[in-house]
């Protein structure tokens, strides 16, 4: 079975901190994504990878930025957390393509 | 169906009642469109998706219909039994240079024993 991890299930941080949070895979995918998810929204995409050290801009990148340096490790950062930034996050990787995304558990990020 | 806004659309059916859950979708030019399923406290997992040109797919206990003249695709989920219970999303790949998933808002489907 694939497995993705989210290094953590629960984070409070304070506004102006820089929060990181790690995804990490272990079937070799080479597709990775971080999704925001907030009530009534949806899946939002944050920003995705598709190879080590490649990153893409998704559909809310602003505040975010991403580090891919090995092939399972794909890490959402937020320079400087703000309140609106409170959120659950799910990481995501694929193997070919993007329509069967193996999800993590997800992150639920509160900035207070 | 779904919509967007703060409140979740929420189907309720009895266990071994049929269910269907609509979605509307907006990309004309989208290959293909899938549905996930999401249990409280997980991730989303992949069910089944359906390529822009069938009007039906069939997998274990779940079908997807697409209508592409009314941008509409619905998943039918036979017998439905209380582990079905989720919050469940449509998503449609897009091409901006990079293929991606958007995904609806979701609804949420109750299953009462």
């Known amino acids: 079975d694939v497995k993705v991890t989210q290094s953590s299930r629960y984070l409070v941080k304070r506004t102006g901190e820089k929060v990181f949070l790690e995804c990490v895979q272990d079937m070799d995918h080479e597709n990775m994504f971080w999704y925001r998810q907030d009530p009534g929204l949806g899946l939002r995409l944050i920003y995705f990878s598709y190879d080590v050290k490649m990153k893409e801009k998704g559909d809310i990148p602003e505040g975010y930025s991403v580090s891919r340096e090995k092939k399972e490790r794909f890490s959402l950062i937020l320079e400087s957390a703000s309140t609106n930034q409170t959120s659950m996050y799910l990481c995501a990787s694929s193997r070919t393509g993007i329509r069967e995304q193996y999800f993590g558990p997800g992150t639920r990020l509160t900035v207070t | 169906g779904e919509s967007v806004g703060l409140h979740l659309p929420t189907l309720s059916v009895q266990e071994g009642d049929n269910s269907i859950i609509n979605c509307a979708y907006s990309?004309?030019?989208?290959?293909?469109f899938i549905w996930y399923k999401q249990e409280s406290g997980k991730g989303p997992q992949f069910i089944i998706d359906?390529?822009?040109?069938?009007d039906k797919r069939q997998g274990q206990r779940v079908t997807v219909l697409l209508n592409k003249t009314v941008k509409h695709l619905s998943l039918q989920i036979a017998a439905t039994q209380p582990g079905d219970s989720a919050v469940y999303f449509c998503a449609e790949n897009i091409d901006t240079g990079f293929q991606k998933l958007v995904f609806g808002t979701g609804t949420r489907l109750l299953v009462s024993p």
């Open positions: 359906i390529r822009s040109n069938m």
């Open positions: 990309n004309s030019a989208s290959d293909y």
